[in-house]
């Protein structure tokens, strides 16, 4: 799972490197990522100061 300076969180295969899944995140830097115990969430920190909360089914298609 990847943050990006524009945003956008990009989801991807290790092994491939194929891209599963983009999502912009409101257009503010990524600053963190982590995935929660259960590995159904992904919360990502942002430069203006907001959490976002993600759902790993619908950003990757399956669970993990």
């Given at each position: 799972i990847l943050g990006g300076a524009d945003g956008v969180v990009t989801v991807?295969?290790?092994?491939?490197g194929?891209?599963?899944?983009?999502?912009?995140?409101?257009?503010s830097r990524v600053w963190r990522v982590a995935v929660s115990p259960d590995g159904k969430t992904i919360a990502t920190a942002h430069h203006d100061g907001k959490v976002r909360l993600w759902d790993w089914a619908k950003m990757a298609g399956a669970a993990p």
């Open positions: 991807m295969n290790a092994r491939s194929r891209v599963l899944s983009e999502s912009n995140g409101g257009g």
